[in-house]
């Protein structure tokens, strides 16, 4: 069974910095990594994806603040958060998808707030 955990979540202030962090279980290198949100009483959304060639796609909310990488020889994703505003709020999960084939992590809150 894959498993995908996230960590570095937390509670910042606006204008403030996180870095999430995803490892999975298994090998990373031929997957399309993402990181997806969900806001209280919203849908979960896309924020970023990575291919296994570096290419990255973002959501136009996040776009000019958010970066995301892959470590493949970690089996991991990254997800550099600057510049947060108190609609970043949410519950952000990594997910793995392998040729269609998607598994998710349970996801770490972050909370902008002053």
């Known amino acids: 069974q894959v498993r995908v955990v996230e960590s570095g979540g937390g509670l910042v202030q606006p204008g403030g910095s996180l870095r999430l962090s995803c490892v999975v279980s298994?090998?990373?290198?031929?997957?399309?990594m993402g990181w997806y949100r969900q806001a209280p009483g919203k849908q979960r959304e896309l924020v970023a994806t990575i291919t296994r060639d570096t290419s990255t796609n973002y959501a136009d909310s996040v776009k000019g603040r958010f970066t995301i990488s892959r470590d493949d020889a970690k089996n991991s994703v990254y997800l550099q958060m600057n510049n947060l505003k108190a609609e970043d709020t949410a519950v952000y999960y990594c997910?793995?998808?392998?040729?269609?084939?998607?598994?998710w992590g349970q996801g770490t809150q972050v909370i902008v707030s002053s």
């Open positions: 298994t090998r990373t290198r031929l997957a399309t």
């Open positions: 997910n793995r998808d392998l040729f269609g084939v998607v598994e």
